[in-house]
């Protein structure tokens, strides 16, 4: 099986939106609906153990304000509590203040050269997933991803294994064909669930999370000059993700699917 595609988590790994993007706006539109809930980056840091901000919202409420008083249609509250955060993230992201993360445009530009297909695997919302590409690679990088699996078009989010499979059907791939790319326990779930083979770089809030099964384990992709740190598996002397890496942990894969 040769890899024919790499497939990649955004928050946390294409950039660092959590901190800096969905904490921010998620407060804002607590705010501008009125409510005195103000969530800290702590509890941010427990609140991202549930994926998609619908679901966020629904779990701090059960765990962390059981005594909100509920509106009768709680679901379609959410929703226009979520609707305002998208509007108010992708404004933030607008202000072109979140960068992509270190080696991150530099791995997309040498997979398109070398003819891979590309594909985002996310549980954001998909305006969110196109004001980051619009805003940190132009307009154009939209089309760069065949297949731009985001939010609601699974009913599970990660860490079911939904969205991966979904891509995969979309794209008519095998999980052999593809190395994910992945930030967060909720992430290598979901691809290992969906027999891919997975690629870590962790953030913040990810650093100490369980990535058993991950081929690599990195703090960045890296770049010339500017070396990852390795936290768990071989890279034989390299010290930023290329495509020859991957092609190298892409053939450790299939020979563990295989074995
Ligand atoms: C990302 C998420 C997202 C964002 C919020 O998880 O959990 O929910 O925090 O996005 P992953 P929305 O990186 O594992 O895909 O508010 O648009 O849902
Ligand atoms: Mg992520």
Known sequence: MTLEALLFDV????????????LVAFNM???DAGLDWHWSD???GK???VTGGKERILYYLDEFNPDFKRPAELETFIADLHKAKT???TDLLGQGKIPLRPGVERLLNEARDAGLRLAITTTTSPANVEALLVNTLGRDSINWFECIAAGDVVPAKKPAPDI??????E????????IAFEDSRNGIVSTTGAKLGTIITVNGYTAEDDFSGALLVLDQFGEPGQPFTVLEGQVNGTDYVNLALIQKLHAIHVARAAS
Not at 11 to 22: K, N, P, Q, S, V
């Open 11 to 22: 928050d946390g790994t294409l950039a660092d939106t959590e901190r800096d993007g969905h």
């Open 29 to 31: 539109a607590f705010a």
């Open 42 to 44: 702590e509890l941010y």
């Open 47 to 49: 609140l991202l153990a």
């Open 87 to 89: 509007q108010l993230y």
């Open 164 to 169: 991966y499979l979904y891509a995969m059907q």
């Open 171 to 178: 794209m008519k791939l095998q999980p052999e064909q593809c």
